[in-house]
């Protein structure tokens, strides 16, 4: 089974920091790309930030200069730096893998277009 655990969240007060982690566990052969998404109360869910398996990085205007995602492919584990957090960056923030190739019991290989974590909630305070 293929899941994604992020952890890293909490309170923090407004201007604090936070590292959230999402591993992806399973037999996993690769991970096409990660990245992370928040969802505040009431809103829909937006991208934070992506990273391919190239390295190569994108950050939406939204949290942008103070977010920083990085990854270590070898253990297939996505990191988010994030600092001069805002009350309005309160959100719960999802971990996000696209095309997930995987081996299976039988030595073969499925292939998951997307997965999502279970969500980490962070709360500034003002």
């Known amino acids: 089974q293929v899941q994604l655990v992020e952890s890293g969240g909490g309170l923090v007060q407004a201007g604090g920091s936070l590292r959230l982690s999402c591993a992806a566990s399973g037999s996993i052969v690769s991970i096409n790309a990660m990245g992370w998404y928040r969802q505040g109360s009431g809103k829909q869910r937006e991208l934070v930030a992506g990273?391919?398996?190239?390295?190569?990085?994108m950050y939406a205007d939204s949290m942008k200069g103070r977010v920083t995602i990085s990854a270590d492919n070898a253990k297939n584990t996505v990191f988010l730096e994030m600092s001069s957090l805002k009350p309005e960056d309160t959100a719960v923030y999802y971990c996000?893998?696209?095309?997930?190739?995987?081996?299976?019991?039988?030595?073969?290989?499925?292939?998951?277009?997307?997965?999502w974590g279970q969500g980490t909630l962070v709360t500034v305070s003002s």
């Open positions: 996000n893998a696209v095309r997930v190739v995987v081996g299976t019991i039988n030595g073969q290989l499925d292939t998951y277009a997307e997965l």
């Open positions: 990273i391919t398996s190239g390295g190569s990085t």
